[in-house]
């Protein structure tokens, strides 16, 4: 069974960069998939971060594509996050998922549990 | 303001059918396949559709996709207290460089 684990600070001054972790279990990221962020205001709907292929290629949302960098560690069987210039409008839920099957996709079949953030000071 | 439009709201009693519509552009569900998630409250969200109208293993076959042009839907029929959710669409789009793209979702309450 695939499962997916966030990890980091739940709490993030403004103009900080935030940083979290996805722990893979039960699936070696290197045998492939896509593997991805996506996050949840309070309240709102669902927004893609970005999303890594074990290889390293990465591939992020235009509106955020300028503070994101999503990196992949094999040996770890992890993948991370980070967004840089924060402000309270990235206060979110922030989900980690399996996914998508192909670049051009939109189905994450394993999640996270997800991990909220709070941005302030 | 989502890419894809969803309503906000829909509800229906026990066992009736109800559907749940998603409408994009030409650059997204009119060129590419149409996802559909659902998260019940306080959890991650669920694939319940992928490519248009598949199936995930376990999903049951009350759920239904269809898409038309730049538009789809997801159909429950025999609706049950437990489907009371937050439903999502979901689609690629080839604008920019390309990106996922999600519906604002649609609340479904069972009456």
């Known amino acids: 069974q695939v499962q997916l684990q966030e990890s980091g600070p739940g709490l993030v001054k403004p103009s900080e960069t935030l940083s979290l972790t996805c722990a893979v279990s039960?699936?070696?990221?290197?045998?492939?998939?896509?593997w991805g962020w996506i996050r949840q205001p309070p309240g709102k709907g669902l927004e893609w971060i970005g999303s890594i292929y074990h290889s390293g290629s990465t591939y992020y949302n235009p509106s955020l594509k300028s503070r994101v960098t999503i990196s992949v560690d094999t040996s770890k069987n992890q993948f991370s996050l980070k967004l840089s210039s924060v402000t309270a409008a990235d206060t979110a839920v922030y989900y980690c998922a399996r996914g998508p099957t192909t670049r051009q996709a939109g189905d994450f079949d394993y999640w996270g549990q997800g991990t909220l953030v709070t941005v302030s000071s | 303001q989502s890419v894809l439009t969803q309503p906000p709201s829909a509800s229906g009693t026990p066992g009736q059918r109800v559907t749940i519509s998603c409408s994009g552009s030409?650059?997204?569900?009119?060129?590419?396949?149409v996802y559909w998630y659902q998260q019940l409250p306080g959890t991650a969200p669920k694939l319940l559709i992928y490519r248009n109208n598949q199936r995930p293993s376990g999903v049951p076959d009350r759920f239904s996709g269809s898409k038309s042009g730049t538009s789809a839907s997801l159909a429950i029929s025999g609706l049950r207290s437990e489907d009371e959710a937050d439903y999502y669409c979901?689609?690629?789009?080839?604008?920019?460089?390309?990106?996922?793209?999600f519906g604002g979702g649609t609340k479904l309450t069972v009456l």
């Open positions: 979901a689609a690629w789009d080839d604008s920019l460089s390309g990106f996922v793209v």
């Open positions: 039960g699936y070696s990221i290197s045998s492939g998939y896509y």
């Open positions: 030409s650059s997204n569900i009119g060129s590419n396949y």
